[in-house]
Each structure stands twice: as C-alpha cells, then as structure tokens.
C-alpha cells in the first residue's frame, strides 16, 4: 500500500525562506549594477528628405527609408566622425537611424556616457546625410535638410540604481517562486519511493509466512488396514 507524504512536510517554513532570500540577492545585484554601471545619454537630431522641382513628391518618402538604412555608412564614409572626435567603430555601435512610414523624416539618435558627445555624433550624422545628398541631388532629385538639431540631455536614458533594484527583485522573486514550485515535487517522489521499499519488504515476509500445501497434507487421517 502506497502512503501520501504529508502536505505539511513538503511546505516547511525554511523552504519558503527561499522566496525571500532570491528577492534580497537579486534586489542587491541590481541595484549594484545600477550604482557601478556608467549613466548613458540620448541625443536626437531631425532631417527631413524634400524633392527637387521637377521630381515626384511621392519620392521624397522612398528616398527617406534608403537614407535611414544606410545613414551609419554614409556618415562614416564622410565626415561625421572627425566632427564629432570619435571613432568610425564607436560611430556604428552608438548611433541609430529610424524612419517614418509616412512622413519622410529621419530620426539619428546617438547614445554616449558624454552629454556632449551624444549631441555631436547625432549632429554630424545628420550633416553628414545633408552633405551626401547634396552630391547626388542632381541623380536623385531629392535633398535633405536639417529639420531639427540635437539639444543636450539632462537626464540619463539608462536605468537607476533603485529601478535596477526593483527589477532585480522582481526576477529574485520570481525564480525564487519557481524553485519552490519544483522542489516539492522532487521531494515527494523521492519520499514515495522510500515509502514504496518498506511496503515492498513487508509483503515479501507474509508471502514467505504463508503455509504450504505439505502442512494440510500431514493433518488428513490414514487409512484402515483391511
């Protein structure tokens, strides 16, 4: 007979200080991860693609989403990074073109630990876009122009040491959860298999204590001699 290990002893008070323990590590983590981690800023700057006086306005917003896809390339190919003092490598890695879908707008957002150098690399690229279609007005019939220079953030864009904190709680707790959720279930199949063994044992000894067919035989009377 197979015994049920009781609910209680699967549900003891020091497997649920597992739960608060994962939410501590992982509210420490990362908070020290918010508090180590270097603040980055975001600076944006606006371009708008316009057609030429003899092209089709319905052109200007193909010619945005070429732009916007090769933006990095023409501005390493230009001078973008001597205008804003960094690398071609840090050039690629640190800025980001978007496009809209309807509106032929390009948006070159540049991310650096320097306020100021966000805004130099989001400007160059965006000179950098005005200078190259200028060259090739004369082929694509469109240019682009400065909609908007990039102004210097105030606030880093990367996360805070207490928003780290929380977030790094948040995934404690949660694997925290998810360890109690599978370790009971280990824990009671391994103790319905030691439950097993025992009952396994006991139904062993009875079969061996059972009597043999010989036993009856020897009780039966013998017969009258004749």
Request: glycine content about 10%; proline content about 9%; charged content about 15%.
């Amino acid at each position: 007979m197979t015994t049920t290990p009781p609910r209680s002893s699967l549900l003891t008070p020091a497997r649920w200080m597992v739960l608060p323990a994962a939410v501590l590590a992982g509210a420490v983590l990362g908070g020290g991860y918010g508090a180590l981690k270097t603040p980055e800023y975001a600076a944006t700057s606006y371009v708008i693609v316009v057609p030429g006086e003899k092209s089709d306005p319905s052109a200007a917003l193909g010619f945005a989403q070429a732009y916007g896809r090769v933006a990095t390339d023409i501005a390493v190919t230009g001078d973008a990074q001597v205008w804003a003092g960094v690398s071609a490598d840090t050039l690629r890695q640190s800025v980001q073109a978007s496009t809209s879908p309807d509106a032929p707008m390009i948006s070159i957002t540049a991310r650096s630990a320097k306020p100021a150098t966000a805004v130099s690399m989001a400007d160059g690229v965006a000179r950098a876009l005005v200078t190259n279609s200028t060259h090739v007005a004369a082929n694509t019939g469109v240019k682009v122009v400065q909609f908007s220079r990039a102004t210097k953030p105030q606030q880093p864009v990367s996360p805070s040491a207490p928003l780290s904190a929380l977030v790094g709680g948040c995934a404690g707790g949660l694997l925290g959860g998810l360890a109690l959720l599978v370790r009971p279930k280990r824990t009671a199949r391994a103790e319905a298999r030691h439950s097993r063994q025992p009952a396994a044992a006991a139904a062993t000894g009875s079969a061996a204590q059972v009597p043999g067919p010989a036993g009856a035989a020897a009780q039966q009377p013998e017969p009258e001699a004749v």
